[in-house]
């Protein structure tokens, strides 16, 4: 079992994912105050300032309990997203996964090709056994790319939590190492 010591750079055939740097704190300014991407992961604790973003994208390649990675257009360059692998148990071998993709990331194939990238690191590089999420029901977009990628829902956390006035249910969903092998194994 690895830790996150190593923040890798991921090629695929749309995306790279790679290390961020301070230099991404205006784009994913942007992209975390998007409409869509509020509404699907809720506004943060703490409003992102210029600083907090600049400071917290700088460090993010010197942590070593989690894993954040920007999702890029490799066409084109352009940072669209991020996915995380967070919430490390290194005893049972398992973390959380989280991702947002901005505007420019979407209906692409972006977000699917990203989620199965930083997965497939996930099992075959770091050892995990399983790794979970968390998304709101009403997601079906990612509800979609999670499917696609393996995982399986697992339970719903009924009304969970309050958006916009309403209660809204939280879809738990889990990938097991031996499900990713016998994915990949099909896929090629």
Not at 79 to 97: K, Q, S, Y
Not at 134 to 144: G, I
């Amino acid at each position: 079992m690895s830790d996150f010591s190593v923040t890798p750079v991921l090629t695929g055939d749309r995306t790279v994912l790679r290390p961020f740097t301070e230099a991404d704190a205006e784009v994913m300014g942007e992209i975390i105050d998007d409409p869509e991407v509020r509404r699907f992961t809720g506004a943060p604790a703490d409003e992102p300032t210029p600083e907090r973003l600049r400071s917290w994208y700088g460090s993010r390649s010197g942590q070593t309990d989690r894993l954040d990675l920007a999702v890029t257009d490799r066409a084109t360059g352009e940072l669209v997203g991020e996915v995380v692998l967070h919430e490390w148990d290194p005893a049972a071998r398992n973390c959380t996964f989280r991702t947002l993709i901005g505007p420019g990331g979407r209906g692409r194939g972006l977000g699917t090709e990203a989620t199965r990238l930083v997965v497939g690191y996930g099992f075959e590089q770091l050892g995990l056994h399983r790794i979970e999420l968390e998304v709101y029901r009403h997601n079906a977009r990612a509800l979609r790319v999670y499917e696609k990628a393996g995982f399986t829902v697992e339970g719903v956390r009924r009304e969970a939590d309050l958006r916009d006035g309403e209660w809204v249910d939280w879809v738990v969903m889990g990938l097991l190492d031996r499900e990713w092998a016998a994915l990949s194994s099909t896929a090629r």
